[in-house]
């Protein structure tokens, strides 16, 4: 019989039933005992005695629940955890409603929905723009890329210094040096020189709007989840591919907090696999969330997200303030 569930919230019930029903049994034995041999007054212990070696089981049986009981009592109870159903937006939206997201937990490996959150549509709800993506993913993609082919002008080939034949008198054609780019082993016109930087600035509002996109379409597939906290009660890097499996987050997960000092049991355990990644809030991007199958934030992270987004989606020097990343000034 277990305690706690259903309509029995009293542990406390059996173990009084069985004890009203031992008092009730002793009292009519003693009463019936007493008017056979005419004695009255106090009940004799021999009696007691005899009532409690007949019933040895029952007794036992609340001993048993008693200390079950005990242990019930001692044992903790999780508070009752709050359903967040709203809470305050900033810059509200006008046209569209924000999309509710369940909060869970990773302190321990089954999932527990810890309430609800809602998201601001103007940042997780747009219509994804594959080719603002695009752009974002091809500009981080070349940013740091820098090309090393080099090849050599005339002046820089080794030799070539002496006339290859005379100007006149040998019915071939006129030469004056060998490393004459037309010259097999010679120079060469408009190659690559090295290094060369693959480097440009995207637009910032390219860039602003790739984050809303990459955010929406991970929320669309259902991709982008949201915890408390990244607090793991061990350091264990099987508890921490046990969760991701019992979840199903998929083979790669990108855990992003709001601060770039992160727990140290997740860091600890996401360090034995290169698909398990931790990333403060101000260096996510989209090549980082596309490369991973699940993103997973937590709920400081999605607030402080919100808030620079919303900021520059609303400001009203965004022309003076965005001067500087236009591309003519590259």
Same mark, same amino acid.
């Given at each position: 019989?277990? +305690?706690?569930?259903?309509?029995?919230?009293?542990?406390?019930?059996?173990?009084?039933?069985? @004890?009203?029903?031992?008092? !009730?049994?002793?009292?009519?034995?003693?009463?019936?005992?007493?008017?056979?041999?005419?004695?009255? $007054?106090?009940?004799?212990?021999?009696?007691?005695?005899?009532?409690?070696?007949?019933?040895?089981?029952?007794?036992?049986?609340?001993?048993? &629940?008693?200390?079950?009981?005990?242990?019930?009592?001692?044992?903790?109870?999780?508070?009752?955890?709050?359903?967040?159903?709203? %809470?305050? &937006?900033?810059?509200?939206?006008?046209?569209?409603?924000?999309?509710?997201?369940?909060?869970?937990?990773?302190?321990?490996?089954?999932?527990?929905?810890?309430?609800?959150?809602?998201?601001?549509?103007?940042? +997780?709800?747009? %219509?994804?723009?594959?080719?603002?993506?695009?752009?974002?993913?091809?500009?981080?993609?070349?940013?740091?890329?820098?090309?090393?082919?080099?090849?050599?002008?005339?002046?820089?080939?080794? $030799?070539?210094?002496?006339?290859?034949?005379?100007?006149? $008198?040998?019915?071939?054609?006129?030469?004056?040096?060998?490393?004459?780019?037309?010259?097999?082993?010679?120079?060469?016109?408009?190659?690559?020189?090295?290094?060369?930087?693959?480097?440009?600035?995207?637009?910032?509002?390219?860039?602003?709007?790739?984050?809303?996109?990459?955010?929406?379409?991970? &929320?669309?597939?259902?991709?982008?989840?949201?915890?408390?906290? *990244?607090?793991?009660?061990?350091?264990?890097?099987? #508890?921490?591919?046990?969760?991701?499996?019992?979840? $199903?987050?998929?083979?790669?997960?990108?855990?992003?907090?709001?601060?770039?000092?992160?727990?140290?049991? !997740?860091?600890?355990?996401?360090?034995?696999?290169?698909?398990?990644?931790?990333?403060?809030? #101000?260096? &996510?991007?989209? +090549?980082?969330?596309?490369?991973?199958?699940? @993103?997973?934030?937590? *709920?400081?992270?999605?607030?402080?997200?919100?808030?620079? !987004?919303? +900021?520059?989606?609303?400001?009203?020097?965004?022309?003076?303030?965005?001067?500087?990343?236009? *591309?003519?000034?590259?």
């Amino acid at each position: 019989m277990m +305690f706690g569930f259903g309509d029995e919230q009293n542990p406390y019930t059996e173990s009084v039933d069985l @004890l009203e029903d031992l008092v !009730i049994e002793y009292i009519t034995e003693t009463t019936h005992k007493a008017m056979e041999t005419g004695r009255t $007054g106090r009940v004799q212990v021999e009696d007691m005695v005899f009532l409690v070696r007949k019933d040895t089981r029952k007794f036992a049986r609340v001993n048993d &629940l008693l200390t079950m009981n005990e242990e019930l009592k001692k044992a903790p109870t999780r508070p009752p955890l709050p359903i967040i159903c709203s %809470r305050k &937006l900033a810059f509200p939206p006008k046209f569209k409603i924000p999309r509710q997201v369940w909060v869970s937990n990773m302190d321990t490996v089954e999932e527990e929905k810890l309430g609800l959150i809602d998201l601001h549509p103007e940042v +997780f709800a747009e %219509r994804p723009r594959l080719d603002i993506i695009h752009e974002n993913v091809r500009w981080q993609q070349l940013y740091r890329h820098v090309s090393y082919a080099h090849t050599k002008m005339s002046y820089e080939v080794r $030799g070539g210094g002496r006339k290859p034949r005379p100007q006149k $008198g040998s019915g071939r054609s006129r030469h004056g040096s060998i490393r004459s780019p037309i010259w097999v082993g010679g120079g060469v016109v408009h190659g690559p020189r090295s290094p060369k930087p693959y480097f440009y600035m995207l637009g910032f509002n390219a860039r602003l709007n790739g984050l809303r996109s990459t955010l929406s379409a991970k &929320l669309a597939q259902d991709d982008l989840h949201i915890v408390e906290s *990244l607090d793991i009660p061990t350091d264990d890097p099987k #508890y921490l591919e046990a969760l991701v499996e019992e979840r $199903g987050w998929g083979p790669s997960v990108l855990f992003v907090d709001d601060h770039d000092i992160m727990p140290l049991n !997740i860091t600890a355990a996401s360090d034995a696999y290169g698909h398990y990644n931790l990333m403060p809030v #101000y260096g &996510l991007n989209v +090549f980082s969330m596309l490369k991973h199958t699940t @993103l997973v934030m937590t *709920l400081s992270a999605v607030e402080r997200l919100e808030e620079r !987004i919303l +900021f520059h989606l609303n400001r009203n020097d965004a022309a003076e303030a965005t001067a500087k990343y236009k *591309l003519s000034s590259v």
